[in-house]
């Protein structure tokens, strides 16, 4: 693989990564990944198709069942530091090659994105030695133990929102457990994970344990999916191909982890600290141009303080710096393609012809060269929104919020849990009983109060409802890649009697 390049230079190329080899698509195709900030093409993949995820899937079958069966968990503990150890020395090329793929902001990839990589990485290099069966207290003269064993080849599926990011979050749980690995990056995204290839083979891995087939959903996606070959498959992305996905998986009863879409309620109370709200609800939905799962999209404010609150928001959200995302001063770049900037756009037609009145944004700013051709978005507030509103019920994955009025807890509650997702939820309070008191009403896998869009490798995070389920991320992630044997051993040297002797 060719090392750091800029982005501005001529397009990189990267084939798969098979059993440790660099190879081409079997049928020779390839695809390109443009830079969302100008259109210009970034890179050339390889194409993976059906037959180069058989191909994988061999590789890792045979990995697991050799070199690294015998690989010890401290070895492997290791192999993930030192991985972990090569990210971090490349923070500074790696994070530019994110925002040219993906559009996020330099600041966002150098300080958010590659060192959230680094961490998860390292927290589960530390788990590699602490996965452990136990004894059970069983009666009679019989001792039973339990063993903790990976779950086998493990087919993981990635969106383009966090690329690299969630690259870590699937595979260091994955290896951490001692797993082989088929990785599909998404289509619009695929050159971290490629980069990502190349370290993983510096860091010592044996060949085969983590292979690399960037292509498209409907062809190398569902092939991976599907596959009789594979134990276990790892998916985040929209909810409907998580049905896709659960649909095929449930031929070969192969395990299914999901971590599908949301609609976060994000709630301002009457005694919330006002500016700290308002920061709060910009981190909710500008960060990543709003293409967040967790994104606190419906935006629920108490009557009281809704004028006072809307008058900050809007001059805030307009002073946010669109552009250029490689320029370290920018807030928010580029969408990441022009059918997610159409789907935005589609949205804003819809809010106005629900009734929702546009506070703020609503259409593309105005930039200048290159970046004309970019897939940029203004920060959008709809103003007037009822939670029954499809642009309050569906997810628009775009810096998109819809202000939502509430009458009392109660009625608060109702409306917050009343949506199909449940990944996440925010509240601003000075009252500590009510936000424990909301904590445990929603329905949702993580509830952020006075704060918003907190992640630590050691905390889990996943959905309720229909945004999934499987936590990833802590030590509820290596639940979805162990598996449990239980082992019963005689100690009584007799003959078992049931039978008479
Ligand atoms: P998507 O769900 O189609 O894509 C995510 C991943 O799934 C990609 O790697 C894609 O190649 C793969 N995929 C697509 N179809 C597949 C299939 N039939 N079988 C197996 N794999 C398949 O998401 P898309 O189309 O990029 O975005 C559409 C919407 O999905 C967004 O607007 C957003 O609402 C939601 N989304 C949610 C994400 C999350 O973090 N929960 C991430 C990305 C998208
Ligand atoms: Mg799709």
Redesign the pocket.
Known sequence: MSSAKSASETPRSYKLFIDGKWVDAESGKTFTTPNPATGATLAEVAEGDKADIDKAVVAARTALEGKWSKVSARDRGRMMYKLAQLIEARIGDLAALETADNGKPIKETTYVDLPQVVENFEYFAGWATKIEGETIPVPGQMFNYTLREPVGVCGQ?????FPLLMAAWKLAPALAAGNTVVL?????TPVGAMELGSLIQEAGFPDGVVNIVPG???TA??A??SHPGIDKVA????T??GK??AR?ASDNLTKVSL????KAPNIVFADADIEQAVSGAMMGIFFNQGQV?CAGSRLFLDASVKDEFLDRFKERAGRVKVGDPMDASTQMGPQVSEE?LN?IKGYVDIARGEGASVLAGGCPPQLEGDFQKGFFFQPTIFGEVKNSMRVAQE?I?GPVVSIISFDGEEDLIKQANEVVYGLSAGIWTKDITRAHRFARAIKAGTVWINTYNMFNAASPFGGYKQSGYGREMGKHALEMYTQVKSVWVDLSGKPIGWYGN
Do not use: D
Not at 157 to 161: D, E, G, V, Y
Not at 259 to 262: C, D, N, T
């Open positions: 599926i990635i969106p383009w929102n599909k990056p998404a289509e619009q498209y959903g409907e996606g569902a991976l999916a998916f985040t992305g929209s409907e191909v896709l996905i095929a971590e599908l879409g949301g799962c997610q789907r997810e994955f």
